[in-house]
């Protein structure tokens, strides 16, 4: 069963903040949340991934609320390549048991 | 540039042939995956190594087959066993340890027909 909730598709503008949330209410203490995003016929691409705090990298930020049963993954200023699907997972081993669920995702689509 | 490389892109079989895709990393990971993608799905783990010479099923490893002879190259063989092997195929690696994020390579869409 999928951990975690997204909704299955959104729209941004070009240029403009694009806002993806996530719904974990069942995460565990020692669970983190990681993002990636899947273009197009690639392989997922990781972006992020963070516990409690919030978490910024050259990508993206990452918000999570403080009972951590929700997070947002924030791209700055969207451009027409990131538009992609987008996983969030909450996982306690960062795939070193390699059992990371990829659910469905939001199908991110930035307009011109 | 450090990476993990799947070849070939593309590949095609007859229905009965086993096929061995291709996977290496030159990123020093000590754990490898193998995952399938179907259409609108997410993905599924087949089988994965956390050391040399040692590998565990995942969850759909039935009709699969893999060996860790070194520690840069994971390549998965499709046998003839395997029910519905037309999917697209993903070879990831980490450190293996504590919260160490997947690095995945582009994939290898195996068409049997």
């Known amino acids: 069963d999928a951990k975690t909730t997204q909704p299955p598709s959104m729209d941004c503008a070009e240029g403009r903040a694009a806002n993806l949330p996530c719904n974990h209410s069942?995460?565990?203490?020692?669970?983190?949340v990681y993002w990636y995003r899947q273009i197009h016929s690639q392989g997922p691409q990781y972006i992020i991934h963070g516990l409690k705090n919030n978490e910024t990298n050259e990508m993206a930020s990452l918000i999570i609320t403080e009972d951590r049963k929700s997070s947002t993954l924030i791209l700055p200023h969207a451009t027409l390549r990131d538009t992609a699907v987008y996983y969030c997972i909450v996982d306690n081993y960062g795939g070193s048991q390699g059992n990371l669920i990829f659910g469905k995702g939001t199908k991110l689509s930035v307009k011109p | 540039d450090g990476g993990i490389t799947q070849s070939p892109k593309y590949l095609f079989r007859k229905e009965g042939q086993n096929v061995t895709l291709s996977c290496e990393q030159n990123l020093n990971h000590d754990a490898m995956y193998w995952y399938r993608q179907d259409p609108g799905q997410g993905l599924r783990l087949i089988y994965y190594?956390?050391?040399?010479?040692?590998?565990q099923k995942g969850d759909i490893a039935e009709g699969y087959s893999v060996s860790r002879e070194k520690k840069e190259s994971f390549p998965l063989t499709v046998t003839s066993a395997q029910k519905n092997p037309t999917a697209f195929y993903l070879c990831?690696?980490?450190?293996?340890?504590?919260?160490?994020?997947?690095?995945f390579g582009n994939g290898t869409r195996l068409t049997v027909t």
């Open positions: 069942t995460i565990s203490g020692n669970e983190y």
């Open positions: 990831a690696s980490n450190l293996g340890l504590g919260n160490s994020p997947l690095h």
């Open positions: 190594s956390q050391i040399v010479n040692d590998f």
